[in-house]
């Protein structure tokens, strides 16, 4: 199997979009997460998935403003360049 470029999109569940992004980089694949539709919540689980980004090598981004101040924030432009650009795309 060739390595791809996958973006995990977190739309409806955070904490699952984490741990599938994470699990993703054991096939060698490249994984972007983008987080959208609200603040990640301040939650033990999510602390943890954090952490598993953190040892994956998963740089997160998000389209939500009030995350700016903590990950880089995609405008629309980005988004679609982020999108077109991945092999494949998953919206969690």
Do not use: C
């Amino acid at each position: 199997m060739s390595d791809k470029k996958l973006l995990v999109l977190a739309r409806h569940d955070h904490a699952e979009a984490m741990r599938v992004a994470a699990g993703l980089t054991i096939f060698g694949h490249q994984v972007g997460l983008v987080f959208m539709t609200g603040p990640v919540a301040d939650t033990p689980e999510n602390a943890a998935n954090a952490e598993l980004l953190e040892l994956t090598g998963i740089a997160p981004q998000t389209t939500i403003a009030e995350m700016a101040d903590d990950l880089p924030l995609l405008d629309a432009a980005a988004l679609a360049q982020a999108m077109t650009s991945a092999d494949i795309v998953l919206s969690l």
